[in-house]
């Protein structure tokens, strides 16, 4: 898989460290199921480099412990082993299970409300550690004053600190309006702006403008040969987004989608539904895969950020490319936001 770490303030998301930036090249590599022993790969093996730009899949034996493709061997191996941490607010059999915490009764417990802390990590549920005095005290609301970092604020809302960095205001993810001052613009994007789109006040900061957000001229899914195939706008001033390969069997390349397309729109809503229930879990680990699972909604929030930031990947895929590429993404068949998505991808690309 590829390595690529969406950081931006507000969310962090654990499975995008599994990914990279997406291919552009000018010829892209084709991608499909081996369908005869001729195409099939080798013993032990799940991909075959037919040719350069060729390769067929074949699924690694479920009965088998090696069970996993290493898709960059090329091999069936064992699956990697995982450790098991725990954090606030998560399951537990021991204390040692526990990351900068205790187990009681299988719930892993922090530090609580008016006691020492170093961390955010450290703080018991609905509480972050006070940078003025190092104690954990209660996360603040909507519209409250005095965050310095997201991470003061409660659970669905992050700190907008246009007045100074002693008195931020939290304000819920995605709520602002067109023509709002946010302090998270990174790039043309911020999690407070309903749009999602910003424009940045200075070059070198963080402060923006929330703006409308562009779309794609074209019908999706469009396929493409370089960026100047993937044509947006916004307010009649052109943009380009960019054009990459992704994991089908004829070599397509398709144009990635805009934040004012329907997927960056799932992305966001998505994500604004998942923090207002995550107030059960640990400050700083609002977005993490463990809250994610913890409250239901990880196969959601992992597919609507997938579908938006590597789109091209998942349109045309054959059943192996989607069990060993992108099993990310298809992580339950029979979840509902599977058939939104992929009618996602019939519609827009």
């Known amino acids: ?54 390769y067929y899949l074949w699924q690694c034996p479920e009965e088998s412990t090696a069970n996993y493709c290493n898709t960059t061997s090329f091999s069936c191996q064992v699956p990697p082993a995982t450790v098991k941490i725990s954090y606030v607010g998560e399951s537990c059999t021991e204390s040692a299970d526990c990351y900068l915490s205790s187990c009681l009764k299988e719930t892993c417990r922090g530090t609580a409300q008016n006691k020492t802390c170093v961390s955010h990590e450290q703080c018991d549920i609905g509480l972050r550690c006070n940078s003025g005095n190092f104690t954990c005290q209660p996360q603040i609301p909507v519209g409250g004053e005095g965050c310095r970092s997201y991470l003061d604020c409660v659970n669905w809302a992050t700190c907008n600190l246009t007045y100074s960095s002693q008195r931020g205001i939290c304000v819920e993810y995605s709520s602002l309006p067109i023509g709002s001052y946010v302090t998270d613009c990174i790039g043309t994007f911020s999690y407070m702006c309903a749009s999602g789109y910003c424009t940045k006040k200075y070059t070198f900061a963080s402060t923006g403008i929330c703006a409308k957000a562009p779309v794609s001229n074209s019908t999706m899914p469009k396929i493409c040969s370089s960026n100047t195939d993937c044509i947006g706008n916004v307010n009649g001033i052109s943009l380009t987004s960019s054009c990459v390969c992704g994991y089908n069997k004829y070599g397509n390349k398709y144009c990635n989608p805009f934040i004012g397309d329907l997927p960056g729109k799932v992305m966001l809503s998505s994500w604004s539904k998942a923090l207002k229930t995550a107030g059960k879990c640990n400050t700083a680990r609002r977005s993490s895969d463990g809250c994610m699972k913890m409250i239901g909604l990880l196969k959601n929030t992992t597919q609507a950020t997938l579908g938006f930031y590597y789109y091209p990947l998942y349109i045309l895929n054959d059943v192996c490319i989607e069990e060993i590429y992108n099993k990310n993404y298809y992580v339950d068949y029979s979840t509902s936001i599977v058939l939104p998505l992929m009618m996602l991808a019939l519609t827009f690309y």
């Open 1 to 54: 898989m590829m390595i690529f770490a969406l950081l931006l303030k507000g969310v962090i998301c654990d499975y995008l460290q599994d990914y990279q930036q997406l291919e552009s090249s000018s010829i892209c590599p084709k991608y499909s199921c081996a369908i005869s022993s001729i195409k099939k790969p080798f013993s032990n093996s799940c991909v075959m480099e037919y040719s350069s730009t060729q």
